[in-house]
């Protein structure tokens, strides 16, 4: 059984960046797919971007050019880097691997 476990998350100010990282442990056949979303409170879990093993991206409109998704295939692992982060970016962030779902990690941005 797959588990995954996010971290990274943390209180910053606009403006600034956060890396987010999710470790993928367990009886691993197929990671795929992969990717993160994010809840903000009181809202639907939402995505934010998707990476294929190929190395293939797709983000959300509203972090394109901001976030950057990368996966090391070699330690299932998945990563976030998050610049130029916006109060509007505050949620709980999940990592999604192989349709299993880490705990989550919390990004607070202050304006």
């Known amino acids: 059984q797959v588990q995954l476990v996010e971290s990274g998350g943390g209180l910053v100010q606009a403006g600034g960046s956060l890396r987010l990282s999710c470790a993928a442990s367990g009886r691993i056949f197929s990671l795929n797919p992969m990717g993160w979303y994010r809840q903000a409170a009181g809202k639907q879990r939402e995505l934010v971007a998707t990476?294929?093993?190929?190395?293939?991206?797709n983000y959300s409109d509203s972090v394109k050019g901001r976030f950057t998704i990368s996966g090391d295939n070699a330690n299932n692992a998945l990563y976030l880097r998050m610049n130029s982060l916006k109060p509007e970016d505050t949620a709980r962030y999940y990592c999604?691997?192989?349709?299993?779902w880490g705990q989550g990690t919390q990004v607070t941005v202050s304006s």
């Open positions: 990476i294929t093993r190929g190395g293939g991206t």
């Open positions: 999604n691997m192989a349709y299993i």
